[in-house]
Nanobody, 123 residues
Framework: QVQLVESGGGLVQAGGSLRLSCAAS????????MGWFRQAPGKEREFVGT???????YYADFVRGRFAISRDNANNTVYLKMSTLKPEDTAVYYC?????????????????WGQGTQVTVSS
């Protein structure tokens, strides 16, 4: 089992930045591919990006250089740094862990999920 806890969400003005954290506990963190997803009200959960065990990252097209994922294996934490935020980035952001290696942009490809953290971007 892997437990994931997100933090760092909040209210920010358009153009601002936030850094989300996801603290993991349980099984060996370094071997997991970690993903970030988001879900806005009335919409399906949406892939944001992922980072594998070797720090290779992959992002959704809408990110367009605004977001960056990193991980600190020594502290079992993965980060999502978001810049130039837009009102349409408003959503609950979730981190997820994938134990199969490789990468996936589908929520079904992940085994463990955090509870989410709310990000609200005002215009």
């Amino acid at each position: 089992q892997v437990q994931l806890v997100e933090s760092g969400g909040g209210l920010v003005q358009a153009g601002g930045s936030l850094r989300l954290s996801c603290a993991a506990s349980g099984r060996t963190f370094s071997g997991y591919t970690m993903g970030w997803f988001r879900q806005a009200p009335g919409k399906e959960r949406e892939f944001v990006g992922t980072i594998d065990w070797s720090n290779i990252t992959y992002y959704a097209d809408f990110v367009r250089g605004r977001f960056a994922i990193s991980r600190d294996n020594a502290n079992n934490t993965v980060y999502l740094k978001m810049s130039t935020l837009k009102p349409e980035d408003t959503a609950v952001y979730y981190c997820a862990a994938r134990g199969l290696g490789g990468r996936s942009s589908s929520a079904y490809g992940y085994d463990y999920w955090g509870q989410g953290t709310q990000v609200t971007v005002s215009s």
